[in-house]
Nanobody, 118 residues
């Protein structure tokens, strides 16, 4: 069972930036496609960004050009740099393996709250 710990969230004004970090237990996170997801109040959890084999990165249309996903320097770490934040980015953010069907992901961390004020 993988353990996922997200951090870096907080309260920021619109237009601001935050950097989220994720640490995963085990030794498979660094060698698999992984991603950041988010869940806003009253909405389903959605994929925000994913990174896989060298050269593969994918972003939700709503964050393209503003968010950047990359692997951290330490093994099994993942980072999401978020710039030009908007109120609609407010959500709890989670890291996990990348799956086209999010419902196949069983284990989740606590997530980190991002709140963007207008």
């Amino acid at each position: 069972q993988v353990q996922l710990v997200e951090s870096g969230g907080g309260l920021v004004q619109a237009g601001g930036s935050l950097r989220l970090s994720c640490i995963a237990s085990g030794n498979t996170f660094s060698t698999n496609a992984v991603g950041w997801y988010r869940q806003a109040p009253g909405k389903q959890r959605e994929l925000v960004a994913a990174i896989g084999t060298p050269g593969f990165k994918s972003y939700a249309d709503s964050v393209k050009g503003r968010f950047t996903i990359y692997r951290g320097d330490a093994e099994n770490t993942l980072v999401l740099q978020m710039n030009s934040l908007k109120p609609e980015d407010t959500a709890v953010y989670y890291c996990n393996y990348y799956r086209t069907d999010i419902h196949t992901l069983v284990y989740w961390g606590q997530g980190t709250q991002v709140t963007v004020s207008s």
